[in-house]
Nanobody, 127 residues
Framework: QVQLGESGGGLVQAGGSLRLSCAAS????????MGWFRQAPGREREFVAA????????SYADAVKGRFTISRDNAKNTVYLQMNSLKPEDTAVYFC????????????????????WGQGTQVTVSS
């Protein structure tokens, strides 16, 4: 069983950048597809980005495409989300998630396809 812990959230002005990290413990990290989701107050949890085990296949929500980059370092058991050109509408709690299930050819983009979740980290973008 993988356990996940996010870090790197904070307060940033619009146009700024943040890098979120998700550290995983457990021997199964390298077998997992990893994803980032976010949830703003009063809204449902929504998909942000996902990455396969190899790191060569990624998927992004349209709202973040071209601004956010997901990556992973399997040697460090860590997945990252680099967020550039941040907007106030990016304000949310960001969660990382993992799944051992195989979804192909499309990466999983819905919460129910992920088995393990972190506690979340708050990202606030001021205008």
């Amino acid at each position: 069983q993988v356990q996940l812990g996010e870090s790197g959230g904070g307060l940033v002005q619009a146009g700024g950048s943040l890098r979120l990290s998700c550290a995983a413990s457990g021997r199964t990290f390298a077998s997992n597809t990893m994803g980032w989701f976010r949830q703003a107050p009063g809204r449902e949890r929504e998909f942000v980005a996902a990455i396969r085990l190899s790191g060569r296949s990624t998927s992004y929500a349209d709202a973040v495409k071209g601004r956010f980059t997901i990556s992973r370092d399997n040697a460090k058991n860590t997945v990252y989300l680099q967020m550039n050109s941040l907007k106030p509408e990016d304000t949310a709690v960001y969660f990382c998630a993992a799944t051992v299930r195989t979804f192909s050819p499309v990466l999983p983009t819905t919460p129910e396809r992920y088995d393990t979740w972190g506690q979340g980290t708050q990202v606030t973008v001021s205008s």
